[in-house]
């Protein structure tokens, strides 16, 4: 009788380790999100975690209407969240892990920003978007003014 409970209460304890394990630190996604960097603070109340928030172009339908595309994240290394609270308002490519599960020392959300892909100015003239436009669609047209392109 002591035999089987010991072996119930190993296999009892495998599956446990087995669900914590694929929950919260196997990695169910990883890729690299692109944005504008609107925010990274340093919050909690027991475990304080580096958390940002990045803004996607284009936008996202729901059911109650249009929202902007965003995308929030936790950020494990000091280094990269400190180098992001100095970027702020600058386009950037981040590379992420997606988890199944989030926990409470690792970030408020299941998704970890790990590196820094690329970090450039963002254009913010209509102008420098239309000639973006205008040499990919027509070459050497880049003074030519199309009515409705803003």
Same mark, same amino acid.
């Given at each position: 009788?002591?035999?089987?409970?010991?072996?119930?209460?190993?296999?009892?304890?495998?599956?446990?380790?087995?669900?914590?394990?694929?929950?919260?630190?196997?990695? !169910? #996604?990883?890729?690299?999100?692109? %944005?504008?960097?609107? /925010?990274? *603070?340093?919050?909690? &109340?027991?475990?304080?975690?580096?958390?940002?928030?990045?803004?996607?172009?284009?936008?996202?339908?729901?059911?109650?209407?249009?929202?902007?595309?965003?995308?929030?994240?936790?950020?494990?290394?000091?280094?990269?969240?400190?180098?992001?609270?100095?970027?702020?308002?600058?386009?950037?490519?981040?590379?992420?892990?997606?988890? !199944? #599960?989030?926990?409470?020392?690792? %970030?408020?959300?299941? /998704?970890? *920003?790990?590196?820094? &892909?690329?970090?450039?100015?963002?254009?913010?003239?209509?102008?420098?978007?239309?000639?973006?436009?205008?040499?990919?669609?027509?070459?050497?047209?880049?003074?030519?003014?199309?009515?409705?392109?803003?």
């Amino acid at each position: 009788m002591k035999k089987i409970i010991w072996i119930l209460l190993g296999v009892v304890i495998l599956g446990l380790a087995i669900f914590v394990y694929f929950r919260f630190y196997f990695v !169910f #996604g990883e890729g690299v999100r692109s %944005g504008e960097l609107n /925010y990274v *603070v340093y919050k909690g &109340v027991v475990w304080k975690t580096y958390e940002g928030k990045l803004i996607q172009t284009g936008i996202k339908a729901q059911t109650t209407g249009v929202q902007s595309n965003t995308f929030d994240f936790s950020i494990a290394d000091k280094e990269i969240a400190e180098r992001l609270m100095t970027e702020s308002g600058k386009v950037m490519d981040l590379h992420y892990k997606e988890y !199944f #599960g989030r926990l409470p020392w690792r %970030g408020h959300t299941r /998704y970890i *920003v790990d590196d820094i &892909v690329s970090i450039r100015e963002k254009n913010t003239t209509i102008d420098d978007q239309n000639v973006e436009v205008l040499s990919t669609i027509a070459p050497g047209a880049e003074n030519t003014v199309i009515p409705g392109l803003y």
